[in-house]
Protein backbone atom coordinates (compact mmCIF):
# COMPACT_ATOMS: atom_id res chain seq x y z
CA UNK A 1 0.00 0.00 0.00
CA UNK A 2 1.33 3.29 -1.56
CA UNK A 3 2.12 5.39 2.16
CA UNK A 4 -0.14 8.12 0.85
CA UNK A 5 -2.94 5.98 0.18
CA UNK A 6 -3.70 4.77 3.94
CA UNK A 7 -6.39 6.13 5.91
CA UNK A 8 -5.56 8.87 8.48
CA UNK A 9 -4.98 7.36 12.11
CA UNK A 10 -7.00 8.42 14.72
CA UNK A 11 -5.02 7.19 17.72
CA UNK A 12 -1.77 8.86 19.21
CA UNK A 13 1.02 6.69 20.07
CA UNK A 14 0.07 5.67 23.49
CA UNK A 15 -3.12 4.19 21.95
CA UNK A 16 -5.62 7.43 23.23
CA UNK A 17 -8.13 8.71 20.62
CA UNK A 18 -6.84 11.80 18.74
CA UNK A 19 -9.59 14.49 19.11
CA UNK A 20 -12.29 15.42 15.69
CA UNK A 21 -9.87 18.50 15.26
CA UNK A 22 -6.55 16.59 15.69
CA UNK A 23 -7.46 13.92 13.13
CA UNK A 24 -8.64 16.73 11.01
CA UNK A 25 -5.38 19.02 11.30
CA UNK A 26 -3.19 15.74 11.15
CA UNK A 27 -4.97 14.50 8.04
CA UNK A 28 -4.41 18.31 6.35
CA UNK A 29 -0.58 18.22 7.26
CA UNK A 30 -0.58 15.12 5.82
CA UNK A 31 -2.32 16.09 2.70
CA UNK A 32 0.06 19.18 2.91
CA UNK A 33 3.26 17.20 2.74
CA UNK A 34 1.50 15.32 -0.99
CA UNK A 35 0.37 18.61 -2.21
CA UNK A 36 4.37 19.99 -1.57
CA UNK A 37 5.90 17.37 -3.34
CA UNK A 38 3.74 17.48 -6.53
CA UNK A 39 2.79 21.39 -6.68
CA UNK A 40 6.81 22.87 -6.83
CA UNK A 41 5.67 25.08 -9.20
CA UNK A 42 4.03 22.88 -11.57
CA UNK A 43 3.70 19.04 -11.44
CA UNK A 44 3.33 16.70 -14.54
CA UNK A 45 4.53 13.28 -15.36
CA UNK A 46 5.15 14.87 -18.91
CA UNK A 47 7.78 17.47 -17.45
CA UNK A 48 10.42 14.91 -16.70
CA UNK A 49 11.35 13.66 -20.32
CA UNK A 50 12.03 14.68 -23.57
CA UNK A 51 12.12 18.22 -21.81
CA UNK A 52 14.55 19.91 -24.53
CA UNK A 53 13.03 18.84 -27.62
CA UNK A 54 10.51 21.11 -29.13
CA UNK A 55 6.79 18.95 -28.82
CA UNK A 56 6.69 19.74 -33.06
CA UNK A 57 9.59 17.80 -33.72
CA UNK A 58 7.89 14.50 -32.22
CA UNK A 59 5.96 12.79 -34.17
CA UNK A 60 2.76 11.48 -33.13
CA UNK A 61 1.78 7.71 -32.30
CA UNK A 62 -1.03 6.19 -34.58
CA UNK A 63 -3.34 5.63 -31.58
CA UNK A 64 -3.00 9.48 -30.61
CA UNK A 65 -3.71 10.64 -34.00
CA UNK A 66 -6.57 9.09 -33.90
CA UNK A 67 -7.54 9.75 -30.70
CA UNK A 68 -6.89 13.91 -31.78
CA UNK A 69 -8.57 13.22 -35.29
CA UNK A 70 -12.01 11.57 -33.12
CA UNK A 71 -14.06 12.79 -30.79
CA UNK A 72 -11.46 14.54 -28.77
CA UNK A 73 -12.96 17.12 -29.81
CA UNK A 74 -15.15 16.50 -27.00
CA UNK A 75 -14.14 18.93 -23.49
CA UNK A 76 -14.77 17.77 -20.32
CA UNK A 77 -14.24 20.49 -17.28
CA UNK A 78 -14.63 18.90 -14.05
CA UNK A 79 -15.48 21.79 -11.11
CA UNK A 80 -14.37 20.57 -8.09
CA UNK A 81 -16.00 22.31 -5.00
CA UNK A 82 -13.30 21.38 -2.55
CA UNK A 83 -13.96 20.73 0.76
CA UNK A 84 -17.13 19.12 0.70
CA UNK A 85 -19.79 20.97 -0.68
CA UNK A 86 -23.38 21.11 1.40
CA UNK A 87 -25.74 20.06 -1.22
CA UNK A 88 -28.91 20.53 0.97
CA UNK A 89 -28.44 24.27 0.79
CA UNK A 90 -27.45 24.04 -3.14
CA UNK A 91 -30.29 22.16 -4.22
CA UNK A 92 -32.98 22.74 -1.55
CA UNK A 93 -35.22 19.78 -0.80
CA UNK A 94 -39.11 21.26 -0.90
CA UNK A 95 -40.19 17.70 -0.65
CA UNK A 96 -39.55 17.62 2.62
CA UNK A 97 -38.61 21.13 3.41
CA UNK A 98 -39.96 20.59 7.56
CA UNK A 99 -37.36 17.87 7.99
CA UNK A 100 -34.56 20.31 6.22
CA UNK A 101 -36.01 23.25 7.90
CA UNK A 102 -36.18 21.60 12.02
CA UNK A 103 -32.37 20.32 11.37
CA UNK A 104 -30.66 23.27 10.58
CA UNK A 105 -32.83 26.37 12.09
CA UNK A 106 -30.46 28.70 11.45
CA UNK A 107 -28.57 27.54 8.15
CA UNK A 108 -31.57 26.90 5.93
CA UNK A 109 -32.21 28.82 3.01
CA UNK A 110 -35.90 30.57 3.61
CA UNK A 111 -38.89 29.24 1.54
CA UNK A 112 -39.77 32.58 -0.04
CA UNK A 113 -35.77 33.31 -1.39
CA UNK A 114 -35.18 29.76 -2.58
CA UNK A 115 -34.95 29.63 -6.72
CA UNK A 116 -37.72 27.13 -7.49
CA UNK A 117 -36.68 24.77 -10.72
CA UNK A 118 -39.28 21.64 -9.59
CA UNK A 119 -42.44 21.44 -7.37
CA UNK A 120 -39.58 19.61 -5.30
CA UNK A 121 -36.52 21.07 -5.80
CA UNK A 122 -34.93 24.80 -5.53
CA UNK A 123 -31.73 26.23 -5.66
CA UNK A 124 -29.92 28.59 -3.46
CA UNK A 125 -30.93 32.02 -4.21
CA UNK A 126 -26.74 32.99 -4.72
CA UNK A 127 -27.19 30.65 -7.94
CA UNK A 128 -29.62 32.70 -9.56
CA UNK A 129 -26.73 33.50 -12.60
CA UNK A 130 -27.51 29.68 -13.63
CA UNK A 131 -31.46 30.14 -13.82
CA UNK A 132 -31.03 30.84 -17.55
CA UNK A 133 -29.10 27.75 -18.18
CA UNK A 134 -31.61 25.60 -16.45
CA UNK A 135 -34.43 27.45 -18.84
CA UNK A 136 -32.72 26.29 -21.98
CA UNK A 137 -32.03 23.50 -21.00
CA UNK A 138 -28.34 23.46 -20.61
CA UNK A 139 -28.76 22.36 -17.12
CA UNK A 140 -28.91 19.01 -14.80
CA UNK A 141 -28.84 17.64 -11.78
CA UNK A 142 -28.16 13.88 -10.04
CA UNK A 143 -29.40 13.66 -6.80
CA UNK A 144 -27.55 12.01 -3.92
CA UNK A 145 -24.38 11.24 -4.85
CA UNK A 146 -21.86 8.82 -3.42
CA UNK A 147 -21.14 5.62 -2.67
CA UNK A 148 -20.76 2.57 -0.04
CA UNK A 149 -19.19 3.07 3.16
CA UNK A 150 -18.59 6.43 2.52
CA UNK A 151 -15.31 7.86 4.13
CA UNK A 152 -15.19 11.22 5.73
CA UNK A 153 -11.97 11.90 5.09
CA UNK A 154 -11.14 14.81 2.85
CA UNK A 155 -8.29 13.22 1.40
CA UNK A 156 -9.07 9.58 1.61
CA UNK A 157 -12.62 10.31 -0.36
CA UNK A 158 -11.30 12.62 -2.90
CA UNK A 159 -8.71 9.52 -3.74
CA UNK A 160 -12.10 7.51 -4.20
CA UNK A 161 -13.58 9.98 -6.20
CA UNK A 162 -10.00 10.25 -8.55
CA UNK A 163 -9.53 6.19 -8.50
CA UNK A 164 -13.45 5.34 -9.01
CA UNK A 165 -12.51 2.70 -6.40
CA UNK A 166 -14.72 0.70 -3.76
CA UNK A 167 -14.25 2.61 -0.65
CA UNK A 168 -12.19 -0.71 0.91
CA UNK A 169 -9.25 -0.19 -2.53
CA UNK A 170 -6.44 1.23 -2.49
CA UNK A 171 -5.76 2.29 -6.08
CA UNK A 172 -3.31 4.78 -7.16
CA UNK A 173 -4.23 5.43 -10.28
CA UNK A 174 -7.26 7.82 -11.86
CA UNK A 175 -9.68 6.49 -14.08
CA UNK A 176 -8.72 9.52 -16.50
CA UNK A 177 -5.27 8.40 -16.12
CA UNK A 178 -6.43 4.53 -17.02
CA UNK A 179 -8.02 6.29 -19.94
CA UNK A 180 -5.33 8.42 -21.16
CA UNK A 181 -2.69 5.12 -21.02
CA UNK A 182 -4.77 3.28 -23.61
CA UNK A 183 -4.89 6.26 -25.52
CA UNK A 184 -0.74 7.21 -25.28
CA UNK A 185 1.30 4.15 -24.40
CA UNK A 186 3.91 5.91 -25.78
CA UNK A 187 3.40 9.20 -23.81
CA UNK A 188 7.21 9.95 -22.63
CA UNK A 189 9.24 9.35 -25.80
CA UNK A 190 6.23 10.29 -27.79
CA UNK A 191 4.20 13.26 -26.47
CA UNK A 192 0.84 14.22 -28.04
CA UNK A 193 1.16 17.85 -29.09
CA UNK A 194 -1.02 19.49 -27.04
CA UNK A 195 -1.10 18.25 -22.94
CA UNK A 196 -3.56 15.75 -22.61
CA UNK A 197 -5.49 16.98 -19.27
CA UNK A 198 -4.76 20.67 -17.69
CA UNK A 199 -5.34 21.01 -13.45
CA UNK A 200 -5.47 24.59 -11.67
CA UNK A 201 -5.43 23.78 -7.73
CA UNK A 202 -5.02 20.29 -7.88
CA UNK A 203 -1.67 19.10 -6.31
CA UNK A 204 -2.02 15.74 -5.00
CA UNK A 205 -4.68 15.03 -6.84
CA UNK A 206 -4.61 11.14 -8.49
CA UNK A 207 -7.22 11.85 -11.33
CA UNK A 208 -4.69 11.36 -14.31
CA UNK A 209 -2.20 9.22 -12.30
CA UNK A 210 -1.49 6.27 -14.70
CA UNK A 211 -2.17 2.63 -14.21
CA UNK A 212 0.57 1.40 -15.98
CA UNK A 213 3.51 2.42 -13.61
CA UNK A 214 4.67 4.81 -16.58
CA UNK A 215 3.54 7.97 -16.19
CA UNK A 216 2.95 9.49 -12.85
CA UNK A 217 0.78 12.29 -13.87
CA UNK A 218 -0.95 12.91 -17.19
CA UNK A 219 -1.54 16.50 -16.27
CA UNK A 220 0.05 19.57 -16.11
CA UNK A 221 -0.76 20.68 -12.57
CA UNK A 222 -0.70 24.19 -12.02
CA UNK A 223 -0.82 25.73 -8.28
CA UNK A 224 -3.03 28.88 -9.47
CA UNK A 225 -5.02 30.77 -12.25
CA UNK A 226 -1.65 32.82 -12.14
CA UNK A 227 0.60 30.32 -12.85
CA UNK A 228 -1.16 29.28 -15.66
CA UNK A 229 -2.12 33.12 -17.15
CA UNK A 230 1.92 33.25 -16.38
CA UNK A 231 2.63 29.87 -18.90
CA UNK A 232 -0.17 31.79 -21.44
CA UNK A 233 1.71 35.31 -21.31
CA UNK A 234 5.39 34.31 -21.62
CA UNK A 235 5.51 30.68 -22.92
CA UNK A 236 7.85 30.00 -19.58
CA UNK A 237 7.21 29.61 -15.99
CA UNK A 238 9.99 31.32 -14.44
CA UNK A 239 11.87 34.67 -14.92
CA UNK A 240 15.68 34.50 -16.70
CA UNK A 241 16.17 38.05 -16.63
CA UNK A 242 15.91 39.54 -12.76
CA UNK A 243 18.21 37.26 -11.50
CA UNK A 244 20.49 38.64 -8.48
CA UNK A 245 24.15 39.33 -9.84
CA UNK A 246 25.93 36.99 -7.64
CA UNK A 247 26.87 33.12 -7.54
CA UNK A 248 23.38 32.53 -6.43
CA UNK A 249 22.01 34.26 -9.19
CA UNK A 250 23.63 32.33 -11.49
CA UNK A 251 22.80 28.52 -9.77
CA UNK A 252 19.07 29.97 -9.65
CA UNK A 253 19.10 31.10 -13.16
CA UNK A 254 20.59 27.15 -14.00
CA UNK A 255 17.70 25.97 -11.75
CA UNK A 256 15.11 27.99 -13.43
CA UNK A 257 16.00 27.24 -16.67
CA UNK A 258 16.24 23.57 -16.59
CA UNK A 259 12.28 23.97 -14.99
CA UNK A 260 10.94 26.18 -18.08
CA UNK A 261 13.29 23.66 -20.26
CA UNK A 262 10.92 20.16 -18.74
CA UNK A 263 7.56 22.35 -19.31
CA UNK A 264 7.26 21.00 -23.00
CA UNK A 265 3.77 22.48 -23.24
CA UNK A 266 4.33 26.38 -22.32
CA UNK A 267 4.84 27.16 -25.98
CA UNK A 268 1.64 25.78 -27.53
CA UNK A 269 -0.06 27.23 -24.03
CA UNK A 270 0.72 30.60 -25.18
CA UNK A 271 0.20 30.36 -28.49
CA UNK A 272 -3.58 29.21 -28.23
CA UNK A 273 -4.21 31.79 -25.26
CA UNK A 274 -2.91 34.70 -27.99
CA UNK A 275 -4.95 33.16 -30.41
CA UNK A 276 -8.18 33.60 -29.01
CA UNK A 277 -9.63 36.51 -26.20
CA UNK A 278 -12.23 36.21 -23.73
CA UNK A 279 -15.85 37.79 -24.89
CA UNK A 280 -17.59 38.23 -21.48
CA UNK A 281 -16.47 39.54 -18.57
CA UNK A 282 -15.40 37.27 -15.72
CA UNK A 283 -15.73 38.27 -11.83
CA UNK A 284 -14.88 36.03 -9.29
CA UNK A 285 -11.65 33.67 -8.87
CA UNK A 286 -13.77 30.26 -9.74
CA UNK A 287 -14.37 32.86 -13.14
CA UNK A 288 -10.52 33.62 -13.47
CA UNK A 289 -10.03 29.75 -13.95
CA UNK A 290 -12.91 29.42 -16.68
CA UNK A 291 -11.71 32.48 -18.59
CA UNK A 292 -8.73 31.13 -19.35
CA UNK A 293 -10.22 27.50 -20.09
CA UNK A 294 -12.30 29.56 -22.26
CA UNK A 295 -9.76 31.52 -24.20
CA UNK A 296 -7.43 28.11 -24.70
CA UNK A 297 -10.42 26.23 -26.11
CA UNK A 298 -11.14 29.37 -28.12
CA UNK A 299 -7.60 29.27 -28.99
CA UNK A 300 -7.65 25.84 -30.66
CA UNK A 301 -6.31 24.04 -27.52
CA UNK A 302 -6.80 20.51 -28.07
CA UNK A 303 -6.53 19.21 -24.50
CA UNK A 304 -9.85 17.23 -23.60
CA UNK A 305 -10.05 17.46 -20.15
CA UNK A 306 -9.60 20.65 -17.52
CA UNK A 307 -10.12 20.62 -13.99
CA UNK A 308 -10.56 23.47 -11.90
CA UNK A 309 -10.88 24.41 -8.26
CA UNK A 310 -13.16 26.34 -5.84
CA UNK A 311 -11.71 25.83 -2.56
CA UNK A 312 -13.55 26.80 0.64
CA UNK A 313 -16.41 24.33 1.04
CA UNK A 314 -15.70 22.83 4.66
CA UNK A 315 -18.00 24.91 6.06
CA UNK A 316 -17.81 23.60 10.05
CA UNK A 317 -18.53 27.22 10.78
CA UNK A 318 -19.80 30.42 10.14
CA UNK A 319 -21.52 28.37 6.76
CA UNK A 320 -24.23 31.10 5.84
CA UNK A 321 -22.08 33.66 4.60
CA UNK A 322 -19.12 31.70 3.30
CA UNK A 323 -21.48 29.25 1.49
CA UNK A 324 -23.52 32.49 -0.30
CA UNK A 325 -20.13 33.90 -1.28
CA UNK A 326 -19.05 30.12 -3.01
CA UNK A 327 -22.39 29.79 -5.03
CA UNK A 328 -22.54 33.24 -6.35
CA UNK A 329 -18.80 32.47 -7.42
CA UNK A 330 -19.74 29.17 -8.85
CA UNK A 331 -22.70 30.24 -10.54
CA UNK A 332 -21.53 33.25 -11.89
CA UNK A 333 -18.25 31.55 -13.01
CA UNK A 334 -20.00 28.64 -15.20
CA UNK A 335 -22.69 31.30 -16.65
CA UNK A 336 -19.81 33.61 -18.45
CA UNK A 337 -18.02 30.36 -19.24
CA UNK A 338 -20.81 28.87 -21.55
CA UNK A 339 -21.73 32.52 -22.76
CA UNK A 340 -18.17 33.31 -23.79
CA UNK A 341 -18.15 29.63 -25.26
CA UNK A 342 -20.99 30.43 -27.12
CA UNK A 343 -19.76 33.60 -29.00
CA UNK A 344 -17.61 31.03 -30.62
CA UNK A 345 -20.07 28.44 -31.14
CA UNK A 346 -18.43 26.23 -29.04
CA UNK A 347 -20.42 25.77 -26.06
CA UNK A 348 -22.11 22.35 -27.16
CA UNK A 349 -18.56 21.17 -27.28
CA UNK A 350 -17.93 21.63 -23.86
CA UNK A 351 -19.96 19.41 -21.26
CA UNK A 352 -19.19 20.58 -17.26
CA UNK A 353 -19.76 18.58 -14.18
CA UNK A 354 -19.22 19.57 -10.71
CA UNK A 355 -17.95 17.15 -7.92
CA UNK A 356 -17.04 17.43 -4.33
CA UNK A 357 -15.23 14.91 -1.74
CA UNK A 358 -18.87 14.63 0.54
CA UNK A 359 -21.95 16.39 1.26
CA UNK A 360 -22.33 18.07 4.61
CA UNK A 361 -24.32 16.54 7.93
CA UNK A 362 -28.08 17.06 7.31
CA UNK A 363 -28.37 19.02 10.97
CA UNK A 364 -25.97 22.10 11.85
CA UNK A 365 -23.67 22.00 14.40
CA UNK A 366 -22.87 23.93 17.21
CA UNK A 367 -20.35 26.55 15.50
CA UNK A 368 -23.63 27.48 12.97
CA UNK A 369 -21.86 25.42 10.46
CA UNK A 370 -22.00 21.55 9.55
CA UNK A 371 -19.97 18.25 9.08
CA UNK A 372 -18.74 16.23 7.21
CA UNK A 373 -21.46 14.10 5.55
CA UNK A 374 -21.89 11.88 2.81
CA UNK A 375 -23.92 12.09 -0.48
CA UNK A 376 -24.54 15.10 -2.39
CA UNK A 377 -25.75 16.29 -5.74
CA UNK A 378 -23.99 16.28 -8.43
CA UNK A 379 -24.45 19.57 -11.46
CA UNK A 380 -23.74 18.97 -15.17
CA UNK A 381 -23.88 21.86 -17.62
CA UNK A 382 -23.84 22.64 -21.15
CA UNK A 383 -25.80 22.13 -24.28
CA UNK A 384 -25.07 18.31 -25.08
CA UNK A 385 -27.42 18.08 -22.06
CA UNK A 386 -30.39 18.36 -24.26
CA UNK A 387 -32.40 19.54 -21.74
CA UNK A 388 -32.84 20.46 -17.73
CA UNK A 389 -33.90 17.86 -15.21
CA UNK A 390 -33.33 15.66 -12.18
CA UNK A 391 -31.18 12.37 -12.02
CA UNK A 392 -32.32 9.72 -9.67
CA UNK A 393 -33.82 9.22 -6.38
CA UNK A 394 -34.36 12.39 -4.08
CA UNK A 395 -32.18 11.89 -1.04
CA UNK A 396 -34.91 10.85 2.61
CA UNK A 397 -34.26 13.14 4.93
CA UNK A 398 -36.13 11.16 7.66
CA UNK A 399 -34.06 8.22 7.20
CA UNK A 400 -30.30 8.92 7.85
CA UNK A 401 -27.46 6.48 8.72
CA UNK A 402 -26.36 6.01 12.54
CA UNK A 403 -23.93 8.92 12.14
CA UNK A 404 -26.86 11.43 11.25
CA UNK A 405 -26.02 11.52 7.37
CA UNK A 406 -27.98 11.35 3.38
CA UNK A 407 -27.69 7.36 2.61
CA UNK A 408 -26.42 7.78 -0.98
CA UNK A 409 -28.87 7.42 -4.00
CA UNK A 410 -26.82 7.25 -7.13
CA UNK A 411 -23.35 5.66 -7.21
CA UNK A 412 -20.69 8.35 -8.57
CA UNK A 413 -19.34 6.03 -11.08
CA UNK A 414 -22.64 5.45 -12.48
CA UNK A 415 -22.19 9.25 -14.09
CA UNK A 416 -18.91 8.59 -14.82
CA UNK A 417 -19.82 5.52 -17.12
CA UNK A 418 -22.55 7.81 -18.47
CA UNK A 419 -20.18 10.02 -19.43
CA UNK A 420 -17.24 8.00 -20.46
CA UNK A 421 -19.64 5.93 -23.35
CA UNK A 422 -21.66 9.40 -23.92
CA UNK A 423 -19.66 11.99 -24.01
CA UNK A 424 -16.16 10.95 -24.85
CA UNK A 425 -17.56 7.73 -27.25
CA UNK A 426 -15.57 5.23 -25.41
CA UNK A 427 -17.00 1.29 -25.59
CA UNK A 428 -18.65 0.43 -23.04
CA UNK A 429 -16.54 -2.55 -22.34
CA UNK A 430 -13.81 -0.50 -22.09
CA UNK A 431 -15.94 1.81 -19.89
CA UNK A 432 -16.42 -1.68 -17.47
CA UNK A 433 -12.90 -2.30 -17.58
CA UNK A 434 -11.66 1.46 -16.59
CA UNK A 435 -14.34 1.48 -13.49
CA UNK A 436 -13.60 -2.10 -13.19
CA UNK A 437 -17.05 -2.69 -12.32
CA UNK A 438 -21.04 -2.94 -15.16
CA UNK A 439 -22.14 0.39 -13.46
CA UNK A 440 -25.62 1.15 -14.85
CA UNK A 441 -25.99 4.06 -17.12
CA UNK A 442 -27.82 7.65 -16.59
CA UNK A 443 -29.93 8.93 -19.07
CA UNK A 444 -28.05 12.50 -19.02
CA UNK A 445 -29.20 13.48 -22.40
CA UNK A 446 -25.72 13.35 -24.02
CA UNK A 447 -25.11 10.85 -26.78
CA UNK A 448 -22.38 9.10 -28.85
CA UNK A 449 -23.48 8.83 -32.66
CA UNK A 450 -20.47 6.09 -33.00
CA UNK A 451 -17.83 4.84 -31.17
CA UNK A 452 -14.32 6.37 -32.15
CA UNK A 453 -11.90 4.73 -33.76
CA UNK A 454 -9.51 5.46 -31.29
CA UNK A 455 -11.91 4.07 -28.75
CA UNK A 456 -12.08 0.63 -30.63
CA UNK A 457 -8.33 0.68 -30.63
CA UNK A 458 -7.61 1.14 -27.19
CA UNK A 459 -6.74 -2.34 -25.50
CA UNK A 460 -4.75 -3.88 -27.83
CA UNK A 461 -1.81 -3.39 -25.28
CA UNK A 462 1.86 -5.25 -25.28
CA UNK A 463 3.09 -6.59 -21.61
CA UNK A 464 6.53 -5.03 -20.71
CA UNK A 465 8.49 -4.48 -17.64
CA UNK A 466 11.56 -3.66 -16.26
CA UNK A 467 13.44 -6.27 -13.89
CA UNK A 468 16.61 -6.39 -11.84
CA UNK A 469 19.26 -9.13 -11.09
CA UNK A 470 20.55 -9.88 -8.55
CA UNK A 471 23.32 -7.33 -9.09
CA UNK A 472 20.86 -4.71 -9.90
CA UNK A 473 21.18 -4.57 -13.47
CA UNK A 474 18.14 -3.50 -15.46
CA UNK A 475 16.71 -5.90 -18.35
CA UNK A 476 13.56 -5.49 -20.03
CA UNK A 477 11.22 -8.11 -20.46
CA UNK A 478 8.33 -8.59 -22.83
CA UNK A 479 5.80 -10.47 -24.19
CA UNK A 480 4.19 -11.04 -27.36
CA UNK A 481 1.28 -13.16 -28.73
CA UNK A 482 2.12 -13.04 -32.08
CA UNK A 483 5.35 -12.97 -34.42
CA UNK A 484 6.20 -9.72 -35.26
CA UNK A 485 8.81 -6.88 -35.78
CA UNK A 486 9.59 -5.31 -32.95
CA UNK A 487 12.11 -2.68 -32.15
CA UNK A 488 13.95 -1.85 -28.58
CA UNK A 489 15.36 1.51 -27.90
CA UNK A 490 17.25 3.27 -24.92
CA UNK A 491 16.97 7.28 -24.60
CA UNK A 492 18.39 9.60 -21.50
CA UNK A 493 16.05 12.16 -20.15
CA UNK A 494 17.26 14.95 -22.83
CA UNK A 495 15.76 12.54 -25.52
CA UNK A 496 18.74 11.76 -27.04
CA UNK A 497 19.21 8.38 -28.52
CA UNK A 498 21.18 6.34 -26.32
CA UNK A 499 21.26 2.38 -28.05
CA UNK A 500 19.11 -0.29 -29.85
CA UNK A 501 18.91 -3.20 -28.06
CA UNK A 502 16.68 -5.58 -30.43
CA UNK A 503 15.49 -4.70 -34.18
CA UNK A 504 13.66 -7.24 -36.22
CA UNK A 505 11.07 -9.80 -36.73
CA UNK A 506 10.34 -12.34 -33.33
CA UNK A 507 7.90 -14.81 -32.62
CA UNK A 508 5.20 -15.91 -30.21
CA UNK A 509 7.28 -15.69 -26.54
CA UNK A 510 8.60 -13.85 -23.88
CA UNK A 511 11.81 -12.14 -24.59
CA UNK A 512 14.72 -10.82 -21.43
CA UNK A 513 17.14 -8.16 -22.96
CA UNK A 514 19.81 -6.98 -20.75
CA UNK A 515 20.85 -3.34 -20.52
CA UNK A 516 24.01 -2.58 -21.04
CA UNK A 517 24.78 1.16 -21.26
CA UNK A 518 28.30 2.65 -20.81
CA UNK A 519 29.15 2.93 -17.22
CA UNK A 520 29.80 6.72 -17.07
CA UNK A 521 26.17 7.27 -17.86
CA UNK A 522 24.97 4.89 -15.21
CA UNK A 523 23.21 7.58 -12.66
CA UNK A 524 21.20 9.13 -15.82
CA UNK A 525 17.32 8.28 -15.60
CA UNK A 526 16.67 6.02 -18.34
CA UNK A 527 13.63 5.50 -21.04
CA UNK A 528 12.95 2.07 -22.58
CA UNK A 529 10.87 2.60 -26.30
CA UNK A 530 8.94 -0.58 -27.70
CA UNK A 531 7.75 -0.20 -30.86
CA UNK A 532 5.13 -3.33 -31.85
CA UNK A 533 2.48 -3.73 -33.92
CA UNK A 534 2.36 0.13 -35.06
CA UNK A 535 2.46 1.21 -31.67
CA UNK A 536 5.27 2.12 -29.08
CA UNK A 537 5.45 1.20 -25.02
CA UNK A 538 7.64 3.63 -23.39
CA UNK A 539 8.91 3.55 -19.58
CA UNK A 540 11.18 5.27 -17.66
CA UNK A 541 13.73 3.02 -15.27
CA UNK A 542 16.79 3.55 -13.38
CA UNK A 543 19.90 1.73 -14.90
CA UNK A 544 21.43 0.24 -11.85
CA UNK A 545 18.98 -0.45 -8.93
CA UNK A 546 20.42 0.49 -5.78
Given at each position: M?E????IS??????SKLAH????E????K????SF???LG????M??L?????????T????S???SE???E?I??M?RL?G????????????????????R?Q?S???S?????TNE????P??N???P????G?M???????Y?N????????????????D????IS????G??L???????????PEF?????I?????????GG??T?E??A??VQ??D????I?Q????Y?????P?C?Y?E??GF???????????A?????KF??SQ?????????????AL??R?I????????Y??T??G???H?DQ?N???N?M???SSA??S?Y????????D????S???S??G?R?EQ?A????????AS???????AL??N?F?G?N???D??DN?G??E?RTDFRQIYA???E???C?D?AK???L?F?NF????LG????????A????????D??????H????H?????EM?Q???VE?Y?IS?????TL???R??AS?????????R?M??SP?V??I????QS??K?FP???I
Amino acid sequence: MCEHHKDISNQKEDGSKLAHGEVHEQAHQKWGRRSFLKGLGISSGMGLLLGNLPVHALTSSPLSMLVSEGDAERILVMIRLKGGNDGLNTIIPLYNYDTYRNRRPQLSINESEAINLTNEHALHPQLNALVPMWEQGNMKVVNGVGYDNHNLSHFRSTDILASASDANEDISSGFLGRYLDDCFPDFLTNPPEFPPAIQIGGAGSILFGGGQDTVEDYALNVQSPDQLFEIAQTGRLYDLDNLPECTYGEQLGFLRSVANSTFIYASQIKEKFDASQNDVAYTTSLGQQLALVARLIKGGMKTQFYVVTLDGFDTHADQANNHANLMNDLSSAVSSFYEDLKISDLDNKVLSMTFSEFGRRVEQNASQGTDHGTASPTMLFGPALNGNGFIGDNPDLDNLDNNGNLEFRTDFRQIYATVLENWLCIDSAKVDELLFDNFQRLDLGITCQSVSTASARVGERLDHSVFYDHQGRAHIQYSLEMTQYIKVEIYNISGQHIKTLQSGRQSASTYTLPVNIERHMVMSPFVYRISANGQSYSKTFPLLKI
